[in-house]
C-alpha cells in the first residue's frame, strides 16, 4: 500500500542533481522553501484522498521549479504594442530613444555628479541637471523637473496658491484619469477654487469680474482627453495672461502633454506647444515627460524665476523629486529636440513621422512572411490623454481568426506578449507602434498562436 512514508525527504530531493541545478539558479534558502510546499502540498492532497499515488521524484521537481519561478518572475515586462496607440497608457506610454536608454543606465550603473559641483568641489544641486536645456528650448527663465506632471500641478498649486483663491474656467475642471481631478487637486493643495464661465463659454470680463477680489493664481488647464464642439467660446490665453497681470496675478498653463513641436505637421490637430504659451506670457507651464515629449516619466515646470525658486522651496517639492535616472534620460530626450533630431532619434516622434508607403511596406512583409492576411486601410491614435478623436491614416494587417477572444488571449500568453485590436471578427496589427526590433518576435509570436 502507499502511505506517506515513501515520500521522498527534503534531504533525499537535495542529493539530486536536477535540484542542484534548481538551487545554482534561485540561491538554496528559496529552494527548500519551493520544496518543502511543495511536499506539504503533496501530503495534503494525499490525505484528502485526491491522490492516490505518491508522484514521481521529477514530478515533485517539476512543482518545486514552478513555484520558484512564479516567485522570482517580475510582473513588469515588455510587451509589443500593436494597437496602434502610439502613446498607450497602460502599455507604459513613451518608449525611449537609445540616447535616453544609454544616459539612465550610466548614471544608474555607478555614481555621478547629482548634487556635487564638479568646479569647487563641494555640494551641488540636482535642479540644475536639464535646466539649461529647457531654457533654451523653451524660452523660459528657470526650470524645475519633477516626478509626473500631476505632482508639478499639485506643487505649483501649495507652493503658490495655498489658502488663495484660483481662478479657472468650469470647462477646463477636468478629470485626467486615474481619479485626478483638478478640482480635488486644488482642495488638497488648500487653494481655493474659483470657477468662472459656462460649461461651453467663457469671457475675457468672467477672469475681470473673478480678480476684483484678490487671488493667488489664475489657471488654465488644457482639455487634453475631450473636446469641446459646437456654441462655445475661450479667450486666448494671451488676452487672460493680460487681463491677470492688470491685477498682479501669475497664470499658470497646465498644458498636459505640452509638445515642443506642432503635431499639425503629422496630419493631426494642433496640440498647444509649450513654446505658444511662454510666448503667449504664462508665467509657469507645466507638462509631462512621458507624453508627446516622448521622454521619461516627469512633470516638468517652466516660466518665471521668481516664481519657480518659491516652488523649489516648498516641503512638497522634496516629496515629488526627481531621480538621477530620470533627469538624465528626460537631459538626453531634450538634447534631441536642440539637434532638430527628434523624428529620427525619439520613437514616439518617428512613429507619427512614419509614411503610409512605409507601413503599407511593413504590413505586406508581415502578410509575405505569415503567408496570410490581408492588408487594411486603417488608423492609428496617439492616446495617452493627448490629441482626442484624433487619428493618422495607418495600413494594417488584418487576420481572419475562429475566436477573435481566444486569439488575443493566445496572442497575450506569447512570450513577449502581443497586444492588438480586433474589428468584428478579424485581428488588426498596426505596424505603426511595434518597434523595428520587435518585428522578429512579433512574427514568430503570431506565427505560434495561428497554429493552436
Ligand atoms: C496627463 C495630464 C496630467 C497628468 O500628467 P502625468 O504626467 O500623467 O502625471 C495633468 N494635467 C493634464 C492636463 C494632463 O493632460
Same mark, same amino acid.
Given at each position: ?182 478640482? @480635488?487637486?486644488?482642495?488638497? *493643495? /488648500?487653494? %481655493? +477654487? ?7 463659454? #467663457? ?79 504664462? @508665467?509657469?507651464?507645466?507638462? *509631462? /515627460?512621458? %507624453? +508627446? ?7 516638468? #515646470? ?151
Amino acid at each position: 500500500m502507499t502511505t506517506l512514508r515513501n515520500l521522498p525527504s527534503v534531504e533525499q530531493l537535495l542529493q539530486i542533481e536536477s535540484t542542484a541545478h534548481l538551487i545554482a539558479r534561485f540561491g538554496r534558502p528559496l529552494t527548500l522553501d519551493a520544496i518543502r510546499l511543495t511536499l506539504d502540498e503533496i501530503r495534503t492532497r494525499f490525505k484528502s484522498g485526491l491522490l492516490v499515488d505518491l508522484p514521481s521524484t521529477e514530478f515533485i521537481l517539476t512543482q518545486t521549479e514552478s513555484h520558484l519561478t512564479t516567485w522570482t518572475n517580475s510582473t513588469l515586462h515588455p510587451v509589443i504594442n500593436a494597437t496602434g496607440v502610439i502613446l498607450h497608457t497602460n502599455l507604459g506610454r513613451a518608449p525611449l530613444s537609445d540616447a535616453t536608454i544609454r544616459a539612465m543606465d550610466s548614471v544608474s550603473r555607478g555614481y555621478s555628479n547629482l548634487e556635487f559641483d564638479l568646479e569647487t568641489g563641494k555640494r551641488g544641486s540636482r535642479l540644475i541637471h536639464a535646466e539649461s536645456l529647457l531654457q533654451k528650448l523653451t524660452g523660459a527663465e528657470s526650470a524645475l523637473i519633477v516626478n509626473n506632471n500631476a505632482s508639478a500641478v499639485l506643487l505649483i498649486l501649495s507652493a503658490l496658491a495655498n489658502k488663495k483663491r484660483v481662478v479657472i474656467a468650469r470647462s477646463q475642471l477636468v478629470e485626467i484619469g486615474g481619479g485626478f481631478r483638478i478640482p @480635488d487637486v486644488m482642495k488638497q *493643495s /488648500g487653494a %481655493k +477654487l474659483v470657477e468662472v464661465g459656462t460649461t461651453n463659454k #467663457i469671457h475675457i470680463s468672467d477672469y475681470q469680474e473673478a480678480l476684483i477680489e484678490s487671488a493667488g493664481l489664475v489657471m488654465r488647464a488644457h482639455r487634453s482627453n475631450f473636446k469641446l464642439v459646437g456654441f462655445t467660446e475661450e479667450p486666448e490665453l494671451k488676452d487672460i495672461v493680460e487681463t491677470a497681470h492688470k491685477f498682479d496675478v501669475p497664470v499658470v498653463d497646465d498644458l498636459g502633454s505640452g509638445a515642443l513641436y506642432d503635431t499639425a505637421k503629422y496630419g493631426l490637430a494642433h496640440e498647444p506647444t509649450v513654446q505658444e504659451s511662454m510666448q503667449a506670457g504664462a @508665467d509657469i507651464v507645466c507638462f *509631462s /515627460g512621458d %507624453k +508627446l515629449l516622448g521622454g521619461p516619466q516627469a512633470g516638468i #515646470i517652466v516660466g518665471k524665476k521668481v516664481l519657480i525658486d518659491k516652488i523649489k522651496k516648498h516641503p512638497l517639492a522634496r516629496a515629488v523629486r526627481a531621480d538621477k535616472a530620470c533627469l538624465a534620460g528626460l537631459s538626453a530626450t531634450l538634447t534631441h529636440y536642440l539637434k532638430d533630431e527628434a523624428e529620427r532619434e525619439i520613437p514616439v516622434v518617428k512613429m507619427m513621422s512614419l509614411t503610409l508607403k512605409q507601413l503599407q511596406g511593413r504590413a505586406e512583409a508581415w502578410r509575405n512572411e505569415l503567408g496570410q492576411g490581408e492588408i487594411e486601410s486603417g488608423l492609428s491614435t496617439v492616446g495617452g490623454g493627448s490629441l482626442p478623436d484624433e487619428s493618422i491614416p495607418t495600413f494594417l494587417l488584418s487576420l481572419k481568426v475562429k475566436s477573435v477572444e481566444k486569439f488575443l488571449k493566445t496572442l497575450r500568453k506569447n512570450n513577449p506578449p502581443i497586444i492588438a485590436r480586433t474589428e468584428q471578427d478579424k485581428i488588426l496589427l498596426d505596424p505603426r507602434t511595434v518597434l523595428p526590433e520587435q518585428e522578429g518576435a512579433l512574427l514568430v509570436g503570431v506565427k505560434n498562436s495561428l497554429k493552436t
